[in-house]
C-alpha cells in the first residue's frame, strides 16, 4: 500500500521538473510581482498539497505577509525571529524537520508539522523569503530547497 502511494505521487524531482515550465509560462510577460507571486504560490500548492506556502516580504524591520495558499498566518514577522526571521537574518535556506524541536519556532498554526524557509536576495540583500510548511514531518530536503529556489529565479523581484 505504502508503495503505491510512493508511486502514484511520483518521483517529488520529476514533480518540480514538470512545474517549473508551468511556472514559467504563467508568468512569461507579466510583469506584476504580487500576481506573479500568487500564481506561484497556488501552482506549488495545487502540485504537492503543501499545508501552507507563502511569501513574506521585507518592509523596514520586519517580514510582512504577503500572497500564500493555505488557512490564516502570521502577518508580520521580526528580524531573527522563527524559521524566517532566522532564514532573513542568516540569509540561507532552512529546513526543519519537526517544527517542534526548532528553538523559537513561531506556531501560525498546530497542524504544521515540517518547514523549509528560502530567502529571496537580490543585490546581496534578502528582500523577502519564501515559506513552505508541511503536515507531515520531515517533508522537505535538499530537493525541495534547489528546486524552489530554481522557481524563485524565474520571478523579477
Not at 509560462?25 to 503543501?50: H, P, R, T
Request: proline share 4%; hydrophobic share 45%; glycine share 8%.
Amino acid at each position: 500500500m505504502a508503495e503505491d502511494l510512493k508511486l502514484s505521487l511520483g518521483d517529488k524531482s520529476e514533480q518540480y521538473r514538470s512545474l517549473i515550465p508551468q511556472i514559467s509560462a504563467l508568468i512569461e510577460g507579466e510583469n506584476d510581482l504580487i500576481a506573479n507571486m500568487a500564481n506561484v504560490c497556488a501552482a506549488l500548492k495545487e502540485q504537492f498539497n503543501f499545508f501552507w506556502i507563502g511569501f513574506y516580504m521585507v518592509k523596514g524591520d520586519e517580514l510582512v505577509l504577503g500572497p500564500f495558499q493555505g488557512p490564516v498566518a502570521c502577518t508580520r514577522i521580526r528580524k531573527g525571529k522563527g524559521v524566517c526571521g532566522t532564514s532573513w537574518n542568516e540569509a540561507k535556506t532552512i529546513i526543519v524537520p519537526d517544527v517542534e524541536a526548532f528553538p523559537g519556532h513561531i506556531a501560525c498554526s498546530s497542524a504544521s508539522k515540517s518547514e523549509i524557509v528560502i530567502p529571496i536576495i537580490r543585490n546581496g540583500a534578502v528582500i523577502g523569503v519564501l515559506d513552505v510548511d508541511s503536515d507531515q514531518l520531515n517533508s522537505f530536503d535538499e530537493t525541495d530547497a534547489d528546486l524552489l529556489n530554481e522557481i524563485l529565479q524565474l520571478i523579477s523581484f
